[in-house]
């Protein structure tokens, strides 16, 4: 009889602790994700979202703990230049250039890529396909956004790394990203999400960040404490 051994997560944190300016943002993070795997990231402003999002990017280091892709250490520089390749990450930085075209603004991604072929399709999957040859400074916000996610598409990277994805989206526009995040996970993508705004992903993990700085005292506090 043979025993299988089950299979190493694709993403795992170990104890995870995040500094970031000699503060200590992160502190003794636990998680793990298979393919499929999905987490959604909520806290207060400055609870460390963004942090825990630039960390699995390798912005910023674990100060403590490691973070395991495939069962090694992504801070292991040899390991790091195959991880970076697995990521997709999505964030207030758009890096659209608006003398670009919109389609052009997506090509481009995807031509550095070595792919082809998905970028006209990922821009009418996201309601833009009319507008592929404007320049990108006629776009709204939330067409913005919608190019963003497009980009996602057609980069088709496995682990995506979405901070605030749904910020300036109209709700048929939520709606697309909720599709696109679990059609990414039906193929085995992976799919992180840092949000202030309701998001609709069958099972995913919830985590909650504490906030990062205690309640200011009230008066009642004040009055309550002996010490004081
Ligand atoms: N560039 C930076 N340099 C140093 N410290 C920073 C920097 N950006 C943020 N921080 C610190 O890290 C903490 C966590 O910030 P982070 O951006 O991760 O929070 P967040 O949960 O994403 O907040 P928000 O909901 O506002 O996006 C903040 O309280 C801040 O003190
Ligand atoms: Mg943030």
């Known amino acids: 009889m043979s025993i299988r051994k089950p299979p190493l997560p694709r993403l795992l944190l170990k104890n995870v602790s995040c500094m970031r ?31 825990f999002l630039r960390m699995l990017a390798g912005f910023n280091r674990p100060s403590a703990g490691e973070i395991l892709w495939n069962g090694h250490d992504i801070t292991k520089s040899g390991i790091f230049h195959q991880y970076k390749l697995q990521l997709n990450w999505l964030s207030f930085k758009e890096a659209i250039k608006n003398n670009m075209s919109v389609l052009d603004n997506v090509q481009w991604f995807e031509v550095l890529e070595g792919k082809q072929g998905k970028s006209m399709p990922a821009l009418e999957l996201m309601g833009l396909g009319k507008l592929a040859k404007e ?15 497009a980009r996602l598409l ?14 300036a989206l109209d709700d048929d526009g939520v ?52 010490d004081f």
Request: aromatic share 4%.
């Open 21 to 51: 300016n000699a503060q200590q943002i992160l502190r003794h993070v636990n998680v793990t994700l298979h393919d499929g795997g999905s987490l959604v990231l909520t806290g207060t402003n400055g609870s460390g979202k963004t942090t």
């Open 135 to 149: 320049k990108a400074k006629m776009l709204s916000m939330g067409q913005r956004k919608r190019l963003q996610l």
């Open 154 to 167: 057609a980069i088709d990277r496995p682990i995506w790394l979405l901070d605030e994805p749904s910020v």
């Open 175 to 226: 709606k697309l990203l909720e599709y696109i995040i679990a059609e990414h996970r039906k193929k085995g993508g992976i799919v992180i999400v840092a949000t202030h705004l309701p998001i609709e992903i069958e099972d995913a993990a919830y985590m909650r960040l504490p906030p990062r700085f205690p309640r200011r005292m009230t008066l009642v506090d004040m009055l309550d404490r002996r």
